[in-house]
T-cell receptor, first 116, second 112 residues
């Protein structure tokens, strides 16, 4: 009965490869997010979707492409992986996209991506 | 650019000690949150503060939002090994997009 799940948990791959990370939430939330946490533990938002529509798109290389087939899923596809893409990627969801108390974001367990 | 600065970045203490973690910014925030993240897991929300000067308590944890809503502190009384983890402050900016800005985190180790 995991609220926000991600697969895979660990991903080790070579530079130049293309890979995807999947995220699913069973909370009935309308908004989903992707965050990147670097080696210094700094957590930064990459994208967010509300009802399958992109609403936040931070300055992220266009090698990263989020896809939301339905509001319970938000996948992250990464093309031509680079060494600097190594990080932990977190998916999160919240009921709505507005800011403030009462709209808690629930995070998945993370996917540790290592690019060799 | 709205930035949140946390201090200290690392803290290693003995069980039973008290500690305070700070989260500061030059920007005013509509609300501020504190998360705890354990190894191999995602951040989990501890508290949200919205009113300047607000104090919230969660067992041995006391959270305070600055009067001007630019800073916050987390105080832990009589720390226990189970408090070990990464503590992150995060804030919502003025834009209504759901964008959370995170501080760089405070890694706390409580030794038995």
């Amino acid at each position: 009965d995991t609220a926000v799940s991600q697969t895979p948990k660990y991903l080790v791959t070579q530079m130049g490869n293309d890979k995807s990370i999947k995220c699913e939430q069973n909370l009935g939330h309308d908004t989903m997010y992707w965050y990147k946490q670097d080696s210094k533990k700094f957590l930064k938002i990459m994208f967010s979707y509300n009802n399958k529509e992109l609403i936040i798109n931070e300055t992220v290389p266009n090698r990263f492409s989020p896809k939301s087939p339905d509001k319970a899923h938000l996948n992250l596809h990464i093309n031509s992986l680079e060494l600097g893409d190594s990080a932990v990627y977190f998916c999160a969801s919240s009921q709505d996209s507005w800011v403030g108390k009462g709209n808690e974001q629930f995070f998945g367990p993370g996917t540790r991506l290592t690019v060799l | 650019t709205q930035l949140l600065e946390q201090s200290p970045q690392f803290l290693s203490i003995q069980e039973g000690e008290n500690l305070t973690v700070y989260c500061n910014s030059s920007s005013v925030f509509s609300s501020l949150q504190w998360y705890r993240q354990e190894p191999g897991e995602g951040p989990v929300l501890l508290v949200t503060v919205v009113t300047g000067g607000e104090v919230k308590k969660l067992k041995r944890l006391t959270f305070q939002f600055g009067d001007a809503r630019k800073d916050s502190s987390l105080h832990i009384t009589a720390a226990q090994p189970g408090d070990t983890g990464l503590y992150l402050c995060a804030a919502h900016g003025s834009s209504n997009t759901g964008k959370l800005i995170f501080g760089q985190g405070t890694t706390l180790q409580v030794k038995p």
